[in-house]
């Protein structure tokens, strides 16, 4: 392993997690004001677009051909992500052992990769109630007319126990319910199982929109800055309410989503009541 991806494994990356259509956006712009470099290219919702291509290849092949831990194909996976890594940040003049990190949700997908490639990374686990975060819009990882989704989904519906062979007559809020209960279960079950717990902050989309500020001292506290560097370093947020569906939303399949999200919504502390 050369010095520079030594580096990187050693290095502490703060990792912003969180299914798409979460409200991840919100997350990444606090962090960033805090003062964490998130990349040298950051799209309009504060994605880490840098990591796009090997995140979604890892992605893609983990859930159609699963590598088996310490194989070839899994080795070959965390020498992509540290080389993904080192070349960031030369790029972008950052020290490793300095405040950096990304945000790309579907990193969600592969948090057991991320963990192995970075073992002292930092996760901030952003979390949204699936009644609300599933009947909105569709997410990629929804949807089975691109790559990354058609693979997701697929694995989605396995997990879930449900035929392939509904997805083209299924929903958008069921696709979306689906794809969020696998995605929930990987990144709970990887982060319960691989990160310590002082390594780990789980944060509510909810709670973060009520008090914005308060989310910011969290990330502030939790990646180690000071009272007073959070407070020099506090971002304006601008939370749009129209975007603020709570858990009690009246859609016609509410309930439907919620009993295929119930289990992995319970370890994020949710409920919900029809």
């Known amino acids: 392993m050369s010095d520079a991806h030594q580096a990187v494994k050693d290095a502490q990356p703060i990792v912003l997690i969180g299914r798409g259509g979460g409200g991840t956006r919100l997350l990444s712009q606090m962090t960033a004001g805090l003062g964490v470099f998130l990349g040298n290219e950051l799209n309009v919702s504060f994605d880490s677009v840098e990591w796009v291509t090997p995140i979604y290849d890892i992605a893609i092949e983990t ?9 070839p194909a899994a080795a070959q996976h965390l020498h992509t992500l540290r080389a993904c890594a080192v070349d960031i940040l030369a790029a972008g003049g950052q020290d490793p052992g300095g405040l950096w990190g990304w945000k790309l949700p579907e990193t969600t997908v592969i948090v057991p990769q991320i963990a192995a490639a970075f ?16 009947c909105r819009r569709s997410h990629m990882t929804s949807r089975a007319n691109n790559r990354l989704g058609a693979a997701v989904l697929a694995a989605a519906y396995a997990y879930c126990g449900r035929p392939w062979s509904r997805h083209e007559s299924d929903s958008v809020p069921l696709h979306n319910a689906i794809s969020w209960a696998f995605q929930a279960n990987i990144a709970v ?40 560097e959070i407070e020099a370093r506090l971002t304006p947020i601008d939370i749009d309410p129209a975007r603020l569906n709570d858990q009690s939303d009246t859609h016609p399949e509410a309930a439907a989503v919620w009993d295929i999200c119930a289990e992995q919504a319970r370890r994020l502390g949710y409920q919900w009541h029809a």
Do not use: K, M, W
């Open 119 to 134: 073992p002292h990374a930092r996760f901030v686990h952003l979390a949204r109630h699936p009644v609300a975060s599933c």
């Open 189 to 228: 079950t990887a982060l319960e199982n691989s990160v310590a717990g002082e390594r780990q902050l789980l944060l509510r989309y909810e709670d973060l929109c009520a008090e914005p500020d308060n989310a910011q001292h969290q990330i502030g506290a939790f990646i180690g800055l000071s009272s007073a």
């Open 63 to 71: 859930c159609t051909a699963p590598a088996a831990t310490g194989s």
